[in-house]
């Protein structure tokens, strides 16, 4: 089993920027590639970055790209969601899950976190 646990979240003003973490623990987190996704209700679930087991290759939403940054510390069992230049419609609670596979954006991870709310002002 692997535990997942997100912080970082809150309130922000358009523009502004925050730093998500998500904490594992459980088994060897340098076995398990990493991906972020958000939701906001009545939505799908919806992928927003994904990092390998390294933290060599990354994959972004085309809705994120630029503004955001996975990265992982394997020391730490941390990953990382840098998001700078927010904007509204980046309002939804973020969760952080963990699949021994580099799943990417399919949605079919093994292990996922309680989720932390961000939530963007105009």
């Known amino acids: 089993q692997v535990q997942l646990a997100e912080s970082g979240g809150g309130l922000v003003q358009a523009g502004g920027s925050l730093r998500l973490s998500c904490a594992a623990s459980?088994?060897?987190?340098?076995?398990?590639?990493m991906g972020w996704f958000r939701q906001t209700p009545g939505k799908e679930r919806e992928f927003v970055a994904a990092?390998?087991?390294?933290?060599?290759?990354?994959i972004y939403a085309v809705a994120v790209k630029g503004r955001f940054t996975i990265s992982r510390d394997n020391a730490k069992n941390t990953v990382y969601l840098q998001m700078n230049s927010l904007k509204p419609e980046d309002t939804a609670v973020y969760f952080c899950?963990?699949?021994?596979?580099?799943?990417?954006?399919?949605?079919?991870?093994?292990?996922w976190g309680q989720g932390t709310r961000v939530t963007v002002s105009s």
């Open positions: 990092i390998n087991w390294g933290g060599g290759s990354t």
């Open positions: 459980g088994r060897t987190f340098s076995n398990y590639a």
């Open positions: 899950a963990a699949d021994r596979s580099f799943r990417g954006s399919d949605s079919r991870y093994d292990y």
